[in-house]
């Protein structure tokens, strides 16, 4: 059975400024200002494409980015996707 | 009210009134360089008895206006010209919706800015009063203002306040004339206000563009040390040291980023206000100049 599909807002809905290997995010919807450290932005900007399952998000990730695909990288990647969820910046769809 | 003042320092006008002339009069003579406001003002202090028969006895000032603190505590008259000041803060903190607002000192000096931002006790206003008695022009020791359509830093040059140990600095460097009465007794110590000089006053419309932010630290046991603070950092610390930085919304964080990314930040520990003075010349020189 296929996950869940995550979905972000657009990249004009969450304008960033790259600060010292940090990223500093401006929610528009919701006014709020978030501090995120990689892979927390290139998720966002994979997201902000369309919904999205975690394989896929992983397959991509993995693809545009050098991310390691060995291990647990899918727990962990579940576990940014959580914080994500939790920060009201990704939803289920 | 019975007794007004309409004061206009740097981008704000303020229209103080009050209940008691003596809050007016030690205003006045505090601010006797400044431009009068033209009328409406952007922001309205009035200074109130607690309840009507406190004008009288035992008079206790409430601080009002277009924004409130609700439960703060009133002050005695003799604090009245403290009321007034923390009033013109409050509406300030409060009500500034177009510029950035950053509770930080600033100074200028060939057209670019020192920002110094820091806890309280951290010695913004002591270090601010000195430099801008030393070749330096103060644009402020309580707020920055920072404009979100140019970048640029407005002065709002309002009186200095100094508390306890830094009065009797800066009474042994500037003519007793420029001085507000001494304030004994109030919820931070002893409290005297200075009159900044009048090149900060005349030049108080003349913005300056950010080159340095600094993150004092005093202690009477910390040893002197400078660090580089990163962009990540200086920005989240100068969001907690805005009041306003949620209102302004995009505009907040473009102007913030835009900031912390353009201009070198370091944080400096000192135990003695020579030290500070010297690192803040030797900083400006590696990171501004």
Wanted: aromatic share 6%; with cysteine; proline share 7%.
């Amino acid at each position: 059975m296929a996950g869940p599909r995550y979905t972000a807002d657009p990249p004009g809905a969450m304008p960033t400024v790259e600060l010292n290997g940090l990223t500093a995010l401006f929610h528009v919807r919701s006014g709020m200002t978030h501090i995120l450290a990689a892979p927390a932005p290139q998720i966002l900007a994979l997201l902000a494409e369309g919904p999205t399952t975690r394989e896929t998000i992983l397959a991509r990730l993995t693809d545009r980015f050098a991310v390691e695909s060995e291990g647990d990288v899918l727990e962990l990647l579940e576990a940014r996707l959580s914080e994500l969820e939790n920060a009201g910046l990704v939803w289920r769809s | 009210m019975r007794h007004n003042l309409h004061l206009q320092i740097g981008p704000a006008s303020f229209r103080i009134g009050s209940a008691w002339a003596a809050p007016i009069r030690a205003l006045s003579a505090l601010y006797q360089d400044y431009p009068q406001a033209e009328l409406p003002c952007d922001f309205t202090v009035r200074l109130e008895p607690q309840k009507p028969w406190r004008r009288w006895l035992r008079p206790s000032v409430s601080i009002a206006g277009d924004y409130v603190l609700p439960g703060a505590a009133p002050l005695p008259l003799e604090h009245g010209l403290l009321a007034a000041e923390m009033g013109m803060n409050l509406q300030m903190a409060l009500g500034q919706k177009r510029l950035l607002l950053l509770h930080a000192a600033t100074v200028e000096r060939g057209g670019r800015a020192l920002v110094m931002t820091g806890e309280s006790g951290a010695g913004k206003s002591t270090l601010a009063a000195l430099l801008g008695e030393s070749g330096w022009r103060l644009l402020g020791d309580e707020f920055a203002l920072l404009d979100p359509d140019t970048g640029l830093l407005h002065p709002f040059p309002r009186a200095v306040s100094l508390k306890n140990g830094a009065i009797a600095v800066l009474e042994g460097k500037v003519a007793a004339d420029r001085f507000g009465p001494l304030l004994v007794g109030t919820p931070k110590g002893h409290i005297r206000h200075l009159r900044p000089n009048r090149e900060a006053i005349e030049r108080a419309r003349e913005p300056a563009r950010p080159a340095l932010i600094l993150f004092p630290r005093f202690g009477a046991d910390l040893p002197e040390a400078v660090r580089g603070v990163g962009a990540a950092e200086a920005f989240v610390r100068l969001t907690q040291a805005s009041t306003n930085y949620g209102h302004l919304g995009l505009r907040g964080f473009e102007a913030l980023t835009r900031l912390v990314t353009q201009t070198e930040a370091r944080a400096i520990d000192y135990h003695q206000t020579a030290t500070a003075l010297r690192l803040v010349e030797t900083l400006w020189a590696e990171d501004a100049a």
